[in-house]
Structure formats: structure tokens, C-alpha cells
């Protein structure tokens, strides 16, 4: 997958919406997944969203209706877009990406061999 570098976190009010990239510089597969994790201060890293490259979207149930992975194909690039943000949204997001992830442990961050450095969502009150 190569290098990930996501972009777009900051600080946002509650109720607002945000939207964060991930463009990889990786080779692309058709079996490629791309998605998202994050990590708050003091909890697990937990997971989000993700997107094969040949279709399929995945979504845990806690953002299932408020965010969606976006993907713009000829950029390398997915999105997060985050709607209707509570101050719980306030963590490091973290872009992930691998060859091929079975769907059955899409969910799981050691499936996922690389990592972007994270980018920090604050949600303010």
C-alpha cells in the first residue's frame, strides 16, 4: 500500500461536520482495503470505516449513519466524512491500508500493515 498521509483534522464545534483524506502513493489492487481507525486518549485504537477497492464498504455500528468512507479512485484517495460530531469524536484518526483484508476481520488493526502517522480531531462543545 505504500505511504499513507491523511489530512484534514482540527477543531471543529459539535454538531459540525469534518472531513478527513488519505491519499497513498502505494501500488493499488483490486482486492486493496482502505479505511480508518481511531484512537482517544486512554482507550484502544477502534475502527471505523473501510472500503475495498473493487466495492464494498464496512462501518462500525457506533459511526453507522453519521460517517461515510468516500473514495476518489484516479487520486489514490479515501475520505472520512464525519457528520453530526460530538465531543466523543475527539481523537487521533488514523489512515489504514493493506493488500487484502478478509471481511470477517476488517475490523481488526493488525490486519492492516500500514499505518499514516494520524491526524488530530478535536470537537468542541
Known amino acids: 500500500q505504500g505511504q499513507l498521509v491523511e489530512s484534514g483534522g482540527g477543531l471543529v464545534q459539535a454538531g ?5 483524506s488519505c491519499t497513498t502513493s502505494g501500488r493499488i489492487f483490486a482486492s ?17 470505516a473501510a472500503i475495498r477497492w473493487s466495492g464494498g464498504t464496512y462501518y462500525a455500528d457506533s ?20 457528520n453530526s460530531t460530538t465531543p466523543e469524536d475527539t481523537a487521533t484518526y488514523y489512515c489504514v491500508g493493506d493488500r487484502a483484508v478478509h471481511p470477517a476481520t476488517i475490523q481488526h488493526p493488525r490486519e492492516y500493515h500500514f499505518w499514516g502517522r494520524g491526524t488530530q480531531v478535536t470537537v468542541s462543545s
Do not use: H
Open 16 to 20: 459540525c461536520s469534518l472531513r478527513l
Open 32 to 48: 486493496s482495503v482502505m479505511g480508518w481507525f481511531r484512537q482517544a486518549p486512554g482507550r484502544e485504537r477502534s475502527f471505523l
Open 63 to 82: 459511526v453507522k449513519g453519521r460517517f461515510t468512507i468516500p473514495i476518489d479512485k484516479p487520486k489514490n484517495t479515501v475520505y472520512l466524512q464525519m
